[in-house]
């Protein structure tokens, strides 16, 4: 098939490769000519496990290309995917004006029959204003379906080429056929297609979402309780996780999510209930457990140097929200960092792929953190090691290293991936989450 799509950000760019490695003919165009260029030359631009591989080799095969032209993937392509930013705007509320403004720009390109597919995040209703938007220019017939996607950053390659699920919300028969037969073969093993109305499919991915943060919010709450009463949260974990109705994903405390999905989408889940007049308590509960997490540490910290931050150095592994993704929107990390600044403390960072990143958005406002490439150097005389990103490297400890490093001994694991008595027996003080 001759597919488009219009944006190149995670979702963009990843569909579009993932459609072209699958044997279809895409171009994925952009407002940003530099960083079109930079696709061109098969620099991904952003870092996402397998997807530069892919990128060469479908450019080189001829089969994805990029451009800045709305005319040209409009009118070279029969399918074709918005995949544009919907940030969250101050009262919660989603910003669907990038998607608004291109249907109505691309509408008076549509001169034969189109299926134009709302990738993007979006509240209740925007397939409604998207084909109101279009319907004012097109010149011909089309469809506009909803397919959210369902893309795990740092395997979002793998979650595309083998989806649990394919949602597509559209009553058009033909659409439904179409899309249908783009995704069978991404479903060779079982059909995962799942066909329903467009509103039902854009409150889907909202619902995941926010399923997903009430498990992570319980267990943050739970794991808080547990440390009062003495249990272990690692424990109760395998206790509740191999309940079968239950399930062991997303159990695993921490200090907080983050990310571009689960805190924009609660606030707009929330928000479009505020809009219905519906009063959604455990929305409201969710987005205030996961701001008070994220200082969970912080506190922790406070405690143990009696509220004498100031002038201590600390070192923070890990800034991203999530292992393998450069991505650090709503990071916990950046949360931390602020806070430990306003108490006056010195910070030493490290994260294997984020520290540019870090770097370029935040060096300005985070004056003083110093980016460290190698995570034991960023030890030496610091008084405190915090976790915050579970990354594979920072998993095993060369604890001899770390006591010639570091000034003081003690560890504030984010995310429980250290053994306590390990720990411990190494003449460290050890702080958890909920153990």
């Known amino acids: 098939m001759k597919l488009g799509v219009i944006g190149t950000g ?5 569909s579009g490769v993932c459609f072209a490695e699958n044997g279809n003919h895409v171009i994925c165009m952009d407002v940003d000519a530099k960083k079109i260029e930079r696709l061109k030359k098969g620099d991904p631009v952003i870092y996402e496990p397998q997807l530069e591989e892919l990128l060469k080799k479908n450019i080189e095969e001829g089969r994805v290309t990029f451009t800045t032209s709305l005319k040209e993937v409009t009118t070279k392509t029969d399918v074709i995917f918005l995949s544009l930013p919907t940030p969250p705007l101050e009262d ?9 403004d291109v249907a109505g720009k691309m509408a008076k390109y549509i001169t034969k029959y189109k299926i134009i597919v709302s990738k993007s995040t979006v509240p209740v209703g925007t397939c409604d204003k998207i084909r109101k938007m279009i319907a004012k220019k097109a010149r011909a ?10 893309l795990k950053e740092g395997a979002a390659v793998d979650d595309f080429m083998s989806p649990d699920r394919v949602v597509v919300g559209t009553r058009s028969k033909k659409a439904a056929e179409i899309m249908n037969e783009l995704y ?10 799942i066909l329903m109305d467009e509103r039902s499919s854009e409150m889907t991915k909202y619902a995941a979402n926010a399923m997903l943060a009430l498990r992570i919010s319980f267990m943050n709450e739970l794991a808080n309780l547990s440390e009062k009463t003495k249990a272990d949260i ?7 996780g191999t309940d079968d109705r239950i399930g062991s994903s997303f159990l695993f405390p921490g200090v907080g999510y983050g990310g571009s999905c689960f805190p924009k989408d609660v606030k707009g889940l929330l928000k479009t209930a505020e809009e219905y007049k519906f009063d959604f308590k455990i929305l409201k509960a969710i987005d205030e457990i996961n701001h008070n997490q994220k200082l969970v540490l912080v506190n922790k910290m406070l405690k143990h140097y009696k509220n004498k931050l100031k002038g201590r150095t600390f070192t923070i592994w890990g800034l991203s929200y999530k292992p393998r993704t450069d991505d650090l929107r709503e990071a916990p990390a950046l949360t931390i960092i602020e806070n430990l600044l306003s108490y006056g403390a010195k910070l030493n960072v490290c994260d294997p792929v984020a520290d540019e990143n870090f770097k370029m958005l935040y060096g300005k406002k985070f004056k003083g953190v110093k980016i460290f490439k190698d995570n034991y150097a960023a030890l030496k005389n610091s008084d405190g090691l915090v976790l915050v990103t579970e990354w594979n490297e920072f998993r095993r400890l060369d604890m001899d290293k770390m006591k010639k490093l570091m000034k003081n001994r003690v560890i504030f694991d984010g995310r429980n991936i250290y053994n306590p008595k390990f720990i411990k027996s190494n003449g460290f003080k050890y702080y958890g989450i909920g153990r």
């Open 141 to 150: 017939k089309f469809d506009v379906v909803s397919n959210p996607e369902f």
């Open 184 to 193: 069978s073969s991404f479903m060779r093993i079982s059909d995962r297609f």
């Open 234 to 240: 690692g424990m109760i974990r395998i206790g509740i």
């Open 10 to 14: 995670y979702v963009g760019l990843v």
């Open 92 to 100: 919660g509320s989603v910003d669907l004006s990038r998607v608004l």
